[in-house]
């Protein structure tokens, strides 16, 4: 079952384009497709993986405004673009990606491509938290993405945090190639699961990779967060009593003065709770008996790259509402570039 993106400023393409365009993006992520899968997935031959391309999305320059040149969803996924967002003055294309049933079942593998062109602005999110549902055996769901993002083009990657069902695996890799001018915000996130159920850090296997490239190929950041309860034994225990864990990447010469914030905010938010330790904070006695403190809310920083041209944020927090907080706060100067503010 294919279907084209839901979109009012694109017309829709007609079903030999959309045909003509799967069978061109699908060729470089597998020479040959042998079988088809009960929900619409594609076999590879000899290895066993269900894995094609699901989505892709092309925004490109016409008349001077970032526009969607090419778009296609098969189910489970679904695009919908939206006419506007924000004041007309921005020129920014949004993409908000869904599944069909409201999450990941498992065994599911989806793999998307967007490309951003020269001087085009998009933003890539969601309805509501990605829900990674029971594992059936051993199997894993995947969800793959890659991104192209051009010169002086923003590609601005905010969805809601994955949450994942007890006994699930699940495994997210990010690709991204930019240019030595290109820039990029990715927001990557994960909470302990269903916590009215009862359920916290409860999944058997969470791992996420998000790698950037320059245009030559060369590595600019390589991060892979994995939590595995056949390694690690009862993950809650290593968690303690946070429940959510959160990755900001800004990167482009467009995110300098957001970087320069947030690092600003960052220091400060850590140097008040150490400030006010008696009273912010939790005493807690570790095994030696001696006391410690733990922030309810923590969060750090790193430049990476060339002329630290990159910053990463680290977050570990005991609510979902404080992350969310922290990421409308932090991203709020995006709304000048994309048209409102994240979060909002």
């Not at 060729?27 to 892709?56: D, I, Q």
């Not at 829900?131 to 923003?154: F, H, N, T």
């Not at 009273?279 to 750090?300: C, E, I, N, V, Y």
Request: some cysteine.
């Amino acid at each position: 079952m294919d279907t084209s993106c839901s979109q009012i400023a694109t017309p829709k393409p007609s079903n030999a384009a959309l045909t003509a365009l799967h069978a061109s993006c699908r060729a470089p992520l597998s020479n040959r497709v042998s079988s088809v899968h009960s929900r619409g997935r594609r076999m590879r031959n000899g290895k066993g993986n269900e894995e094609m391309e699901m989505g892709l999305v092309v925004v490109e320059k016409v008349r001077g405004r970032s526009s969607v040149v090419r778009c296609l969803s098969r189910y489970p996924l679904k695009f919908i673009i939206p006419k506007k967002v924000g004041s007309s003055k921005t020129d920014a294309v949004w993409v908000y990606a869904l599944n069909y049933g409201g999450g990941i079942v498992s065994g599911d593998h989806i793999s998307c491509k967007f490309s951003v062109g020269d001087a085009c602005t998009m933003v890539l999110t969601t309805q509501g938290s990605t829900k990674v549902y029971k594992s059936v055996g051993s199997k894993c769901s995947q969800q793959m993405l890659e991104a192209r993002v051009g010169s002086d083009a923003l590609l601005v990657i905010i969805p809601d945090p994955v949450t994942c069902f007890s006994t699930a695996r699940y495994y997210q890799k990010q690709v991204f190639s930019v240019s030595s001018d290109s820039n990029l915000v990715i927001v990557d996130w994960i909470t302990s699961g269903r916590h009215e159920s009862g359920e916290k850090w409860d999944f058997d296997l969470y791992r996420s990779t998000n790698n950037i490239f320059l245009e030559d190929g060369h590595p600019l950041f390589l991060d892979t967060m994995l939590l595995e309860k056949e390694k690690m034994g009862c993950i809650r225990e290593h968690m303690h009593n946070y429940q959510v864990i959160a990755m900001i990447v800004l990167l482009g010469p467009k995110m300098q003065y957001i970087q320069n914030l947030v690092q600003d905010h960052v220091k400060k938010i850590m140097s008040d709770q150490l400030q006010h330790s008696s009273t912010a904070l939790r005493h807690q006695r570790d095994k030696a008996g001696r006391f410690f403190t733990k922030p309810s809310f923590m969060a750090s920083c790193s430049a990476f790259g060339p002329k630290r041209i990159g910053l990463v944020v680290r977050v570990a927090a005991e609510t979902t509402e404080s992350v969310y907080k922290f990421l409308r706060h932090e991203m709020a100067p995006l709304e000048t570039m994309i048209g409102v503010p994240p979060y909002r």
